[in-house]
């Protein structure tokens, strides 16, 4: 991209040409160093990965599970409430 492309790229989305240069040096050193996940980091990240899925899944089983119970506990009450005035409403 050359100077002039950077700068209509920058005015039609709101930056300077300086926050460009700002973040595309650490951009390019952070390729050029080495710093993608080592085999042993990527492991860890998927056994994290797993482990919030599971997580996850536990929780959405447990909100299922607290929403049957309150809307069991509600059913219970307009029954006592029912049985209470003997049908009559």
């Given amino acids: 991209?050359?100077?002039q492309e950077l700068s209509e790229y920058c005015r039609e989305?709101?930056?300077y040409v300086e926050q460009i240069e700002r973040w595309r040096e650490p951009a390019i050193a952070g390729t050029e160093s080495g710093?993608?996940?080592t085999k042993?980091?990527?492991q860890e990240w998927q056994r994290d990965k797993k482990r919030l899925c599971n997580i996850e899944?536990?929780?959405r089983r447990k909100e299922k599970?607290?929403?049957e119970a309150a809307a069991l506990?509600?059913?219970e009450k307009k029954a006592?409430?029912?049985w209470r005035n003997g049908g009559e409403e």
């Fill in 1 to 3: 991209m050359n100077e």
């Fill in 13 to 15: 989305n709101g930056l």
């Fill in 35 to 37: 710093s993608l996940l």
């Fill in 40 to 42: 042993g980091q990527r």
């Fill in 57 to 59: 899944k536990e929780l």
């Fill in 65 to 67: 599970a607290l929403a």
């Fill in 73 to 75: 506990l509600v059913l």
């Fill in 80 to 82: 006592q409430v029912i």
